[in-house]
């Protein structure tokens, strides 16, 4: 904390205000007095000038495209860590040792199946129902089956619900998809990695041995740990209000895929793919362009800008590489990716895009890969939540711990009527 001040003056009145830094990134004031001593509130919707909280998990400097997990950069991680390594890092705030990975990895595993009953929860749901809404279902309803580990003040009770968690989600997320398509449910093997025994749920089907690709495994693994984190993240920032007033952590993390699946958030994986598959042939991507720069459009690029990142998306550079290697794994092409490069060829040098920084964002390619793997674009988001999840339940775990937490309860600027009486239904 520094010893700066700013000052306001408002109302007449003139107020001090502690100005507190972090290790990196922008100072912020400390305005929690400001009600009390002017009875003015500050304004802020979006929340685009507002720190919500202190976080030591991941930091981001939108200008010069930098992401780090308790400040090692991403594209380090993606390059030399795994989503196993990763999730441990931003739970616990150090790199493990081998023998900690080894411990880690092996209480995820011991986690990974359900609740036997919660197979018919699934069979409630209509066969062509949204998987991210089935997603919002499953995991609020785990808030019914595992009451031993949900006292909340209690950190084993914290540690067990993270880890059920962040082992359940896959289970949880292949058989969403298993029941769109009409398949059986599969059920764990715990001989595979997080990634690889993702995979077998998804595409393995009883009747025969289903074989992990090393090369897709281990591009979903990036993928995953490319997802894991991004600090105050609309759906972050939703499951810790929800958290903050004490709520159970299964309904949290509900919480927080309901916000996820929104196009402005994670639910523009499925929006990019979709708009690369309507642009279709490079020849129409100008149209495209046009429409986006149109105020009376309310079309936007998908998978382009961010509220954070003015510069390219760390997370959008490692994205366009993996397409590349899955493509030569698989030994497939997809004309889409090509129609991606030229659309963002094309924006990169448009001044639109230029004066207002918009850039590639890491649900630009991420649909690309995840459709040459076998996904249906439905299942985008669902992947974009089972790899968040290690970082809601982070900074839920932080929010808890934190001992000057106080429930999130922001103040407004009311336009409505003033106060009137009631006119009886017979005079209206
Ligand atoms: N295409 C065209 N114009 C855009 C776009 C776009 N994708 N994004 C922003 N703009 C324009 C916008 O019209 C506005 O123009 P003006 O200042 O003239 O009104 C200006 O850029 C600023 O946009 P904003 O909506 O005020 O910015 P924001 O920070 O509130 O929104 C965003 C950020 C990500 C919601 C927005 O860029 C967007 O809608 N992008 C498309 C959806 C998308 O790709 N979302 C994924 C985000 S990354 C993954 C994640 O974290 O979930």
Request: proline letters at 6%.
């Amino acid at each position: 904390m520094s010893d700066n001040q700013a000052s306001l003056t408002a109302g007449g009145k003139t107020i001090d205000m502690p100005v507190n830094s972090g290790t990196i990134g922008p100072d912020v004031i400390d305005i929690r007095k400001l009600y009390a001593q002017t009875g003015m509130f500050t304004y802020d919707p979006g929340f685009t000038s507002t720190a919500s909280c202190d976080s030591a998990i991941t930091y981001i400097d939108g200008d010069e495209g930098v992401l780090l997990h308790r400040g090692y950069p991403i594209g380090q991680l993606a390059e030399h860590s795994s989503f196993m390594e990763v999730s441990y890092l931003l739970l616990n705030g150090e790199l493990p040792s081998s023998g900690e990975l080894a411990e880690f990895s092996r209480t995820i595993t011991r986690h990974t199946m359900l609740h036997e009953q919660l197979a018919t929860f699934y069979r409630g749901f209509r066969r062509d129902a949204h998987p991210m809404a089935i997603m919002c279902g499953v995991v609020g309803a785990l808030s019914a089956f595992y009451h031993d580990s949900t006292d909340i003040a209690d950190p084993t009770h914290r540690k067990i619900s993270s880890h059920r968690l962040i082992a359940k989600m896959p289970t949880i997320a292949a058989m969403a998809y298993k029941y769109s398509v009409g398949q059986p449910f599969v059920y764990p093997d715990n001989k595979l990695s997080y990634t690889g025994n993702f995979l077998k749920m998804t595409f393995g089907v009883p009747a025969e041995e289903y074989e992990v690709v090393p090369a897709v495994e281990k591009a979903m693994d990036r993928i995953f740990t490319l997802h894991a984190d991004h600090e105050q993240n609309a759906s972050t920032s939703t499951v810790r209000l929800a958290g903050s007033s004490g709520a159970n952590p299964f309904a949290c993390i509900a919480a927080g895929i309901a916000c996820l699946w929104g196009p402005a958030h994670g639910g523009a994986n499925e929006a990019a793919l979709n708009m690369l598959k309507e642009i279709g042939t490079p020849d129409k991507i100008q149209h495209y362009i046009d429409r986006a720069k149109d105020k009376n459009d309310p079309f936007r690029l998908m998978g382009f800008g961010h509220r954070v990142y003015k510069n390219y998306d760390p997370r959008a550079t490692v994205m366009q590489t993996t397409v590349r290697e899955v493509f030569a794994a698989l030994n497939v092409q997809d004309p889409l990716f090509e129609t991606a490069l030229r659309l963002e060829e094309i924006a990169l040098s448009d001044p639109y895009f230029a004066e207002k920084k918009l850039f590639p964002n890491v649900d630009f390619y991420s649909g690309i890969i995840l459709s040459a793997i076998g996904f249906p674009t439905t299942m985008f988001t669902v992947l974009f939540a089972l790899a968040r999840t290690v970082g809601w339940v982070a900074q839920w775990n932080e929010m808890i711990s934190d001992p000057g937490q106080k429930i999130g309860r922001p103040r407004q600027l009311y336009t409505g009527p003033t106060q009137r009486d009631y006119i009886p239904l017979s005079e209206r």
